[in-house]
């Protein structure tokens, strides 16, 4: 009996901390899916597109100082860790992804970066050699299916062979973005020092900051557009109200609630359900930006709902634990026990 309560409620609080890394999830794919409904009228308002990432990343980057001087250790103790992060999760999926943009249109260059779930299931099977459930791959299929409707794939399609390269080069900076995140749940589990994710997310954003400097070179920028206002639907907002909804809500709230998600949930699950950040783009644009949905569309959102419900509820096979040997008498009577 006492054996049976343990694994209820170790059974119960698996399930709740599943519950909330799904909760985390989706209030990071909503983070996600509200840049560009904030970052569209800021470009339209005069300021280039590379600029406003420059600013995003490093707006970020100067409100989680404290952060990463808090965890200052981890420079010394996983400094890969924090390059890569920066390199891949944060500067490489925004450089990739705007340069694809520039050659190939939006909805292709979503469509092929969204395959990183796809990719992630690749990754965990035949790179980490973990088990991967028919759930999570159906849940992808689905996903990305979903995800060709809602970009309307089929009224921009355009073969420019190094824009689809620059797209997949930002689907692979985001299976980064995945697998980096997840690092730290498996060093618990082997007894290792699991670095803290706010500070992993720290340094990440000081890289990126660093990398995109060189690349967007801001001394250039026009700063008195931030001083004016943008135009909303029709609405004047404050450009400077709409900077800070880019930095807090969608670049600091969606990757610390990103990552911590991951290591609730695991790589390919996170992957599927952040597909729905282009599904929540879609509708924050319909809504704040005036921007009519038409009826694929809508039922390719329905389709990623799907797949990514289908993703969350699947669970990989768990391998018994590896038990001392011991005397064959001994072994018996337990496992007869347990029978």
Not at 52 to 72: E, S, T, Y
Not at 120 to 138: D, E, I, N, S
Request: glycine residues 12%; hydrophobic residues 55%; proline residues 5%.
């Amino acid at each position: 009996m006492p054996v049976h309560g343990s694994e209820g409620s170790q059974g119960s609080q698996a399930t709740s901390g599943r519950g909330f890394g799904l909760g985390l999830a989706l209030v990071s794919a909503l983070a996600f899916g509200g840049s560009g409904v904030a970052a569209k009228p800021l470009i339209e308002a005069g300021l280039d597109s590379l600029y406003v990432v420059w600013l995003r990343v490093a707006g970020a980057a100067l409100v989680m100082l404290p952060v990463a001087w808090r965890h200052r250790a981890l420079v010394r103790r996983r400094p890969l860790l924090l390059l890569g992060f920066g390199l891949l999760a944060v500067a490489g999926v925004q450089a990739c992804y705007f340069a694809a943009i520039s050659r190939i249109p939006v909805g292709v260059a979503l469509l092929v970066e969204y395959l990183a779930p796809a990719l992630v299931l690749g990754w965990v099977r035949f790179v980490q050699h973990k088990p991967v459930t028919r759930a999570a791959a159906l849940g992808v299929v689905l996903a990305v299916g979903g995800l060709a409707c809602v970009v309307e794939v089929w009224s921009g399609l355009s073969f420019d062979a190094l824009g689809l390269l620059l797209a997949l080069g930002a689907a692979c900076c985001q299976v980064g973005y995945f697998v980096l995140s997840d690092q730290g749940s498996d060093a618990g589990v082997s007894g290792g020092e699991v670095p803290d994710p706010f500070g992993v997310i720290a340094y990440g954003l000081l890289v990126g900051a660093v990398v995109l400097t060189l690349v967007a070179r801001p001394w250039g920028m026009d700063w008195s557009v931030l001083a004016g206002d943008a135009t909303m639907n029709g609405a004047a907002v404050p450009a400077w109200l709409l900077l800070c909804w880019i930095v807090l809500l969608a670049t600091v709230v969606a990757y610390v609630t990103g990552v911590v998600s991951v290591r609730r949930l695991s790589p390919q699950v996170a992957g599927v359900v952040a597909c729905l950040e282009a599904v929540i783009a879609t509708v924050l644009a319909w809504v704040l930006l005036g921007e009519h949905l038409s009826a694929p569309q809508l039922f390719g959102g329905a389709v990623v709902l799907a797949g990514a419900f289908i993703a969350q509820s699947s669970k990989a096979p768990t391998q018994p634990p590896e038990l001392p040997v011991e005397p064959a008498e001994t072994a018996l009577s337990r496992s007869g026990g347990a029978v």
